[in-house]
Antibody, heavy 122, light 105 residues
Framework: EVQLVESGGGLVQPGGSLRLSCEVS????????MTWVRQAPGKGLEWVAN????????SYVDSVRGRFTVSRDNAKNSLYLQMNGLGAEDTAVYYC???????????????WGQGTLVTVSS | DIQITQSPSPLSASVGDRVTITCRAS??????LNWYQQKPGTAPKLLIS???NLQSGVPSRFSGSGSGTDFTLAINSLQPEDFATYYC?????????FGQGTKLE
């Protein structure tokens, strides 16, 4: 059974840092792209970042570039999101997702974790 | 960045209805378009990839079509469990932007 479990969310003050983790099981982690998506309370989905199987390619949405870093440890079947310089606008549920990649039709995220809530507030 | 305009929202319908949701991209994305369903308090679920590829286990009343800039998700014979929020997503270029969502109520 494919499982993705996020952790590391919580309450953090503006300007603070947080590191999210996503531990996976049930599939060959090193064979898949992975993606972080967030959802602010009552709002829609926002794609945050993705990372290639070996970590050699990463991409970010402009609003987090330079503040967030996505990484992975294939030996530990784990995906990470280091978040620095947090602001109220980063308050959201953060999801990790396994992502299929096809040259002819792009990417699609077929398995998702349950999400972890990050609240940025003083 | 590629902008995705999704409509309508909200969408009012009844059990048994056929409904359509559209997404328009700000430039051609060929068929690099996914559809997700999300119910309150849960993670999104992938319904359709590559504009029209129905995922395993997704009922056949769901279908996707379109290419270039205009895409449609159709749901035939709405069931009670279909009332949820639907999102499209382009993956032609990063950032892989989502539409604003359509709440089916």
């Amino acid at each position: 059974e494919v499982q993705l479990v996020e952790s590391g969310g919580g309450l953090v003050q503006p300007g603070g840092s947080l590191r999210l983790s996503c531990e996976v099981s049930g599939f060959s982690f090193s064979s898949y792209w992975m993606t972080w998506v967030r959802q602010a309370p009552g709002k829609g989905l926002e794609w945050v970042a993705n990372i290639k199987q070996d970590g050699s390619e990463v991409s970010y949405v402009d609003s987090v570039r330079g503040r967030f870093t996505v990484s992975r440890d294939n030996a530990k079947n784990s995906l990470y999101l280091q978040m620095n310089g947090l602001g109220a606008e980063d308050t959201a549920v953060y999801y990790c997702a396994r992502t299929q990649n096809d040259f002819w039709s792009g990417q699609s995220s077929d398995y998702w974790g349950q999400g972890t809530l990050v609240t940025v507030s003083s | 960045d590629i902008q995705i305009t999704q409509s309508p929202s909200p969408l009012s319908a009844s059990v048994g209805d056929r409904v359509t949701i559209t997404c328009r991209a700000s430039q051609s994305i060929i068929n690099f378009l996914n559809w997700y369903q999300q119910k309150p308090g849960t993670a999104p679920k992938l319904l359709i990839s590559a504009a029209s590829n129905l995922q395993s286990g997704v009922p056949s009343r769901f279908s996707g079509s379109g290419s270039g800039t205009d895409f449609t998700l159709a749901i035939n014979s709405l069931q009670p469990e279909d009332f949820a929020t639907y999102y499209c997503q382009q993956t032609y270029n990063t950032p892989h932007t989502f539409g604003q969502g359509t709440k089916l109520e």
